[in-house]
């Protein structure tokens, strides 16, 4: 990992950006289980959590057009 130094003042957020595409593509067919170790990949995502359905199913989809992000800012 690498490292930055610097200084601000004054009402910050930083926000870390991640490539959205990339993570849809590493979910593709993948255990609903392995989601936070497929995570570690993404630095800039701080937690998650996964809704797969319908509830029997244990997998995200193969297609990539069935899984649908949200990001929440905290």
Do not use: C, H
Request: charged share 25%; aromatic share 8%; net charge positive.
């Amino acid at each position: 990992k690498e490292s930055i130094s610097f200084a601000l003042s004054g009402p910050v957020q930083i926000i870390w950006k991640f490539d959205e595409a990339s993570l849809k593509k590493d979910l593709l067919g993948t255990s609903e289980s392995s989601l936070m170790t497929l995570l570690s990949k993404y630095p800039g995502i701080d937690k998650a959590k996964a809704v797969v359905r319908p509830i029997w199913k244990n997998s995200f989809p193969s297609d990539p057009k069935q899984i649908k992000v949200i990001e929440t800012l905290e």
